[in-house]
């Protein structure tokens, strides 16, 4: 695994890296901001810890894994979010190490300047401030949907207003309460799926009111595979376990939302590298724990998976629930989705604000965006993005929800070239460290998989991307506003590359020229050594979090 450094390990890079730029004037190379002040280093251990986990944990797992299993099976649904979970991890792992090391406000935006050019800064930018600012309206639409699970009788813009308040009310009190309201979200969501996945053990050996013992029986009938658009033999099956992998690597989008935290996280040196440590850990028992009960207790061909709601009726779980004979528990998890809702829209205007002051802060975006209240609130860029959350009355309507959902379609795959932009900052962070003469073994975090584990996931990231429209090529699948949502967002990244080159003709960084000097002096006075626990409690809770 990785190599967590003590506060020594940390000084030793950085001293070395100080001495070897000595040229450096390290005060004037800290970009400006307004005179208000800073970001403010405000969220604690727990909840960067929970940060982390919450952007794995939402409803691509309560609900999307309903149109997975349909399209591939229980074996296809495992072996695809398998896969998609080694991506996920291989990018974590090389923003981890850049982020450790330089915990930057603007996180992967911040480090694309310095490692790649400014062109790739200014893409990697706006491609992620549109990603997360679009998805948050997304987001308030869903919670609106999720209510209307127990009453239908309210327009749907009441529940939409109710929870933007919440939402920018959060927002606004800054990055402590974000972080303590995410921590409360995610512990719900830590909760609600691990009771499932122990419910679902229960109800699979036959410890429900029914006493049906399932065991393996689906995976023989109607069998491990499905069979894709009904084609026959070895074809059919691939073709459901990839309809499998585009649909997961989606449901995966959002766990790089920690790199962003970075620039208001406290002791980040330390905490920044457990949190990225323990994400495979995450993966396999939320999500791969998640989809082998799923794959056990619901059969590909129940008629439940199909429903076009996108409440808590639609959920695999809830399918198995009460196919074992359970009342009640079904609006228990529609109420933990509510709260995944409304936390996925506290995170998205968090993260959509600081990318868009990340941009600021290297000039990809107007100055007044830099602007921060005394209590390290990016006031300006926050009003900003809260204001696109209008985009979710959008959905009421048939007409407008209709193009909205176009928009929404679109950063899925925005969420993905985001990970290949952080693959292709990491491969040449790695080099220009390697050329410099610096010690990876040194880094707060490093590991033993890399540089190989980011050129995966560089060329997984771009796989899945390019084929993420397969579908509409089958004969009589053709749809034209699927086949454009899917392939604008991906054209537009080197377009918007080129175009960007063009105006700032900027070459890209040399490795020898690449800047791993600046901001070290404020990092190292923001490390410190955590307290020794007391106790058991507190050496479990050190060890939790």
Not at 58 to 70: N, R
Not at 223 to 233: L, R
Not at 303 to 325: C, M, N, Q, W, Y
Not at 503 to 521: I, W
């Amino acid at each position: 695994m990785g190599v967590e450094g003590k506060g020594s390990d940390s000084h030793i890079v950085s001293e070395a890296v100080v001495e070897k730029h000595m040229d450096y004037d390290t005060e004037s190379q800290i970009a400006p901001v307004h005179e208000e002040g800073t970001l403010k280093r405000q969220l604690k251990n727990r909840h960067i810890a929970m940060i982390s986990i919450g952007g794995v944990i939402g409803t691509g797992l309560f609900l999307g894994t309903a149109t997975s299993l349909q399209s591939g099976g229980p074996i296809g649904l495992l072996l695809g979010y398998a896969a998609i979970g080694t991506v996920c991890y291989s990018v974590m792992i090389s923003l981890g190490e850049m982020v450790a090391y330089l915990p930057l406000p603007g996180g992967h935006i911040k480090l694309a300047e310095r490692f790649v050019d400014p062109a790739f800064s200014f893409v990697m930018g706006w491609n992620y401030w549109y990603n997360w600012t679009i998805i948050l309206p997304a987001e308030l639409s869903a919670a609106a949907v999720l209510i209307n699970y127990w009453n239908q009788s309210v327009n749907n813009a009441v529940w939409i207003t109710m929870c933007l308040v919440v939402v920018i009310t959060i927002n606004m009190f800054g990055a402590g309460v974000y972080g303590e309201c995410e921590f409360i979200f995610a512990s719900i969501k830590v909760i609600t799926i691990t009771g499932l996945i122990i419910l679902g053990i229960v109800l699979d050996l036959g410890g429900g009111p029914n006493h049906d013992r399932i065991g393996f029986r689906y995976w023989k009938d109607p069998g491990p595979f499905v069979q894709y658009n009904k084609i026959p033999g070895a074809k059919g099956q691939f073709l459901g376990w990839f309809a499998v992998l585009t649909q997961a690597a989606f449901s995966f989008i959002g766990t790089e939302i920690v790199a962003i935290a970075a620039g208001e996280a406290k002791n980040p040196r330390r905490n920044l590298p457990k949190a990225i440590k323990r994400v495979y850990i995450r993966i396999l028992l939320f999500y791969i724990g998640g989809v082998i009960i799923i794959g056990l207790l619901v059969p590909s061909t129940d008629e439940g998976l199909s429903v076009t709601t996108s409440d808590a009726g639609k959920s695999p779980f809830v399918i198995a629930i009460r196919h074992a004979g359970i009342s009640g528990l079904p609006s228990v998890i529609n109420a933990a989705l509510l709260t995944s809702a409304w936390s996925a829209a506290s995170s998205d205007l968090y993260t959509s604000s600081r990318a868009l002051y990340g941009l600021a802060m290297v000039g990809n975006a107007p100055k007044i965006f830099t602007k921060v209240t005394k209590k390290g609130l990016p006031i300006v860029s926050l009003v900003t993005c809260a204001a696109f959350s209008a985009l979710a009355y959008m959905g009421i309507s048939s007409g407008s929800g209709r193009v909205f959902g176009w928009f929404v379609n679109m950063t899925s795959i925005a969420g993905l070239m985001t990970w290949f932009g952080i693959c292709v900052t990491y491969v040449r962070f790695y080099k220009g460290f390697k050329v410099q003469g610096y010690d990876r073994k040194s880094l707060p975090y490093a590991h033993f998989l890399q540089p190989y584990a980011a050129w995966y996931a560089l060329f997984a990231c771009l796989f899945v991307c390019f084929f993420s429209g397969w579908s509409v090529f089958l004969k009589g699948n053709w749809k034209t506003d699927q086949f454009v949502t899917n392939y604008i967002p991906l054209a537009l990244f080197p377009i918007l590359y080129i175009g960007a080159k063009l105006y700032f003709r900027t070459p890209m960084v040399k490795p020898e020229d690449m800047d791993f000097v600046t901001g070290l002096k404020e990092i190292e006075a923001d490390t410190y050594d955590e307290p020794p626990p007391r106790n058991w409690v507190e050496r479990f809770w050190q060890w939790l979090m």
